[in-house]
C-alpha cells in the first residue's frame, strides 16, 4: 500500500511542508527512517534526527520549525503522538481488512452471522451462536454454544470462548485468549478430597474491552464473571470467577485476580500484582506493579508492597530498610554504652 503525503495529510486534517507527491510504504523510527517510510517526531530528545532522517514524510506539530536544511517532507498536525496513532489504526484497518469464510471450517446450522465478517480456517462455531456485523475470527479459534459477539469485534488465533459467553461490540481479544473455562472451584469433602464444584455461569465482556495475548477470565460458578466497558487488560492476566472489574480500569500483564473480588471504575494496576479474593478495591486506585492486596481498599488509594501499604509509606519504609544493617550496628553499639 502505498500513500502520499497530501493523502496523509487529508486523513490527520494536516498541512504538507514540501513534496506533497512524495509517497510512502512502510513506517519507521525516525533514526531509522529510510526512502518510502513514514515516521513521527513529539520528542523533542528526537528532535536531531529530523535533521538526518532518510524517511520520505515525517509527522511533528504545528508549532515546529525547522532550524536548517531538511530533506523529508512535512505534515504539520496539531498532535504529532495522536496523529501517528490514528494513522497506525488506520493502516491497521486496511491491513487487517479481511473478509470471507475460509476452509476447512464448522459452523453449527444453527449459528447466525451478520455481514462484512472473516471467519479463518480450522476455526469452531456452536449451536446457537450469535455473531455480529464486520466481525473478524482468525484461524484455529473456539467459538462454543450460544455465545454471542457483538459488531466490529476482533478475535485473533487461536482464542477459545466457552459456551454461553457475550462479547460486546468493538472488543479486541489477541491470540490464545481463554474465556469462560471453569473457575477453580473445589470443596475438600469429610476425607480432605477435593471435589468439583460445577461452574455453570458465564463471561460478560462489555464494548471496547481489549484482552491481551493468553489472558484467561474464568466462568463464574453463579451468575457472570464481568469485564466492565473500556476496561484493558495486558498479556497473561488471570481473572478468576465472579470477578467484577469495574470500567476503564487497566491491568498489567502478569497480574492475577482471585474468585469474587470486586475492582472499580478507572483503576490502574501494575504487572505481577496479586489481589486475594472476596474483597472490594475502589474507584481511581493506583497499584504499583508486585504488590499484594488481602483486604478492602477505598477509593483514590494508590498503593505499594507487600501486603500493599500507602504508596508514600512504602518509600519512606524502604529508605529505613535500606539503611537497616548500620541501624543495627548503631543500637548495639548505644546497648553498649548503656549497660556501661
Known amino acids: 500500500m502505498k500513500f502520499t503525503a497530501n493523502q496523509?495529510?487529508?486523513?490527520?486534517?494536516?498541512?504538507?511542508?514540501?513534496?506533497?507527491?512524495?509517497?510512502?510504504?512502510?513506517?519507521?523510527?525516525?533514526?531509522?527512517?529510510?526512502?518510502?517510510?513514514?515516521?513521527?517526531?513529539?520528542?523533542?530528545?528526537?528532535?536531531p534526527f529530523i535533521y538526518s532522517t532518510h524517511a520520505s514524510v515525517t509527522i511533528v506539530d504545528h508549532d515546529f520549525v525547522a532550524e536548517k536544511e531538511i530533506s523529508t517532507t512535512l505534515v504539520k498536525v496539531a498532535n504529532a503522538y495522536t496523529a501517528f496513532s490514528k494513522l497506525l489504526e488506520h493502516y491497521n484497518l486496511i491491513k487487517n481488512n479481511k473478509l470471507g469464510i475460509e476452509a476447512p471450517i464448522s459452523i453449527a446450522d444453527s449459528a447466525v452471522y451478520g455481514d462484512q465478517i472473516y471467519i479463518g480456517a480450522f476455526t469452531s462455531i456452536g449451536e446457537n451462536v450469535h455473531i455480529g456485523n464486520n466481525v473478524k475470527i482468525y484461524p484455529n479459534c473456539y467459538i462454543g454454544d450460544n455465545v454471542v459477539i457483538g459488531d466490529n469485534t476482533t478475535v485473533m488465533a487461536g482464542v477459545k470462548i466457552y459456551s454461553d459467553c457475550i462479547?460486546?461490540?468493538?472488543?479486541?481479544?489477541?491470540?490464545?485468549?481463554?474465556?469462560?473455562?471453569?473457575?477453580?472451584?473445589?470443596?475438600?469433602?469429610?476425607?480432605?478430597?477435593?471435589?468439583?464444584?460445577?461452574?455453570?455461569?458465564?463471561?460478560?465482556?462489555?464494548?471496547?474491552?481489549?484482552?491481551?495475548?493468553?489472558?484467561?477470565?474464568?466462568?463464574?460458578?453463579?451468575?457472570?464473571?464481568?469485564?466492565?466497558?473500556?476496561?484493558?487488560?495486558?498479556?497473561?492476566?488471570?481473572?478468576?470467577?465472579?470477578?467484577?472489574?469495574?470500567?476503564?480500569?487497566?491491568?498489567?500483564?502478569?497480574?492475577?485476580?482471585?474468585?469474587?473480588?470486586?475492582?472499580?471504575?478507572?483503576?490502574?494496576?501494575?504487572?505481577?500484582?496479586?489481589?486475594?479474593?472476596?474483597?472490594?478495591?475502589?474507584?481511581?486506585?493506583?497499584?504499583?506493579?508486585?504488590?499484594?492486596?488481602?483486604?478492602?481498599?477505598?477509593?483514590?488509594?494508590?498503593?505499594?508492597?507487600?501486603?500493599?501499604?500507602?504508596?508514600?509509606?512504602?518509600?519512606?519504609?524502604?529508605?529505613h530498610f535500606k539503611n537497616l544493617p548500620q541501624i543495627a550496628k548503631t543500637i548495639t553499639e548505644l546497648e553498649k554504652q548503656i549497660k556501661k
Do not use: M, W
Request: net charge negative; hydrophobic share 35%; glycine share 14%.
Open 8 to 47: 496523509i495529510a487529508e486523513l490527520l486534517n494536516g498541512e504538507v511542508v514540501g513534496d506533497e507527491n512524495v509517497e510512502v510504504h512502510t513506517l519507521s523510527k525516525i533514526e531509522d527512517g529510510e526512502a518510502g517510510s513514514l515516521t513521527f517526531l513529539s520528542n523533542p530528545k528526537y528532535t
Open 167 to 319: 462479547v460486546g461490540n468493538h472488543c479486541n481479544i489477541d491470540a490464545s485468549v481463554v474465556i469462560g473455562a471453569d473457575g477453580f472451584g473445589f470443596s475438600p469433602n469429610e476425607k480432605g478430597v477435593y471435589d468439583k464444584v460445577p461452574q455453570i455461569g458465564n463471561v460478560v465482556i462489555e464494548d471496547n474491552v481489549d484482552i491481551g495475548a493468553a489472558t484467561t477470565i474464568d466462568r463464574a460458578t453463579l451468575g457472570s464473571t464481568i469485564i466492565r466497558r473500556g476496561v484493558k487488560l495486558d498479556n497473561q492476566i488471570q481473572i478468576a470467577h465472579n470477578v467484577v472489574i469495574g470500567e476503564h480500569t487497566v491491568i498489567a500483564a502478569q497480574t492475577g485476580i482471585a474468585g469474587s473480588t470486586k475492582i472499580g471504575a478507572y483503576c490502574q494496576i501494575g504487572g505481577q500484582v496479586g489481589i486475594a479474593g472476596h474483597i472490594t478495591i475502589g474507584n481511581k486506585v493506583k497499584i504499583q506493579g508486585q504488590s499484594g492486596i488481602s483486604k478492602n481498599v477505598s477509593d483514590n488509594e494508590v498503593l505499594q508492597g507487600t501486603p500493599a501499604i500507602g504508596y508514600g509509606d512504602y518509600y519512606k519504609s524502604y529508605v
